[in-house]
C-alpha cells in the first residue's frame, strides 16, 4: 500500500524544541478551505480536517454535531478529499492532515484512500480507532493515552509518521476546564523510551492558558473541539482565536 507524502518541515519536525507547533482541527465542509486559511493566518502550523462518521467514539458532543452537520450537506468520503484538494490549493504549503476512523476506509478501499488522499494533498493520516500494530504500511500520526502500555508508547513511537498524538485524557474530546494533570506522566514515559520522537498533546486545550501549559511538557498542541465553535462564528473569529493559541505558544 502506498504511503502518504510527508512535509519535512513538519513530519520530520527538526526543529528546535522551543518552537512550538501548533495544530487545529476543522471539520471538513464547504467553508473548511476559508476558514483553514484564517487557522493558518492566525499561526496554526498544521490543519487535521476531520472526515465525518456517523459513530466517532473519540469524538465529543461538539464535534460530533458538526460531523453530523456536514453529513447532512453531503460530506461522504469523496467530498471530503474534494475538500481536502480545494484546501491544499489554497494553502500550497501546509501540512493537512485528515482523520477520519477505520470504516470509512474499508468501505472506500484502504489502498484507493492512501492514493487518493495522497492526490488530494495529504501530508500524513490520522486513524483514530486503528491502534498501532495494524496495517503497518499505512503510514500515519499514532495516538497514545494514559492508559496506553509501555509496550504500546514503544510500538506507537517507532511507527508514528513524524510526531506522537498524546491523548491527555481517558473519553472523548473536548473543552475543559482544566489542563489533565496526567499529560506530564505521559509525556516523561514517552521521553524515557529514548527515540526523540516529537510529542503533541490533544484533547482538551481550548484556552491559551491550556495551550501555554502543556506546550510547556510537549513539543506541540492539537485544539478540536474549540476551534470547531469558534469557527461557527466565521473565519476572522477563528483567526484571532487562533491567534491568541499561538501568543501563548510563544510566551
Known sequence: MPTLEQDSAVMNDDAPRGAKKLVVYLMAGHDAPALA???????????????????????????????????????????????????????????????????????????????????????????????????????????????????????????????????????????RDDLSPALAGLVARVRALGNGVALYAGFGISTPEHAHAAASLADGIVVGSRAVQVAEQGPDALRKYVSSLRGALHA
Do not use: H, N
Request: aromatic content about 6%; hydrophobic content about 40%; overall charge negative.
Open 37 to 175: 486559511e484564517a487557522a493558518v493566518a492566525g499561526g496554526a502550523d498544521v490543519v487535521e480536517l476531520g472526515f465525518p462518521f456517523s459513530d466517532p467514539l473519540a469524538d465529543g458532543p461538539v464535534i460530533r454535531r458538526a460531523g453530523e452537520k456536514a453529513l447532512a450537506e453531503g460530506m461522504r468520503t469523496r467530498a471530503c478529499l474534494d475538500c481536502l484538494a480545494r484546501t491544499r490549493a489554497s494553502l500550497p504549503d501546509t501540512p493537512l492532515i485528515p482523520m477520519t476512523y477505520s470504516s470509512l476506509l474499508e468501505a472506500y478501499g484502504w489502498e484507493r484512500f492512501a492514493d487518493d488522499a495522497r492526490s488530494a494533498g495529504a501530508t500524513s493520516l490520522i486513524v483514530a480507532d486503528l491502534p498501532a500494530g495494524e496495517r503497518p504500511e499505512l503510514r500515519r500520526v499514532q495516538l497514545v493515552a494514559p492508559t496506553s502500555t509501555d509496550e504500546r508508547l514503544r510500538l506507537a513511537a517507532e511507527q508514528t509518521d513524524g510526531w506522537l498524538y498524546l491523548v491527555t485524557v481517558t473519553g472523548t474530546t473536548g473543552a
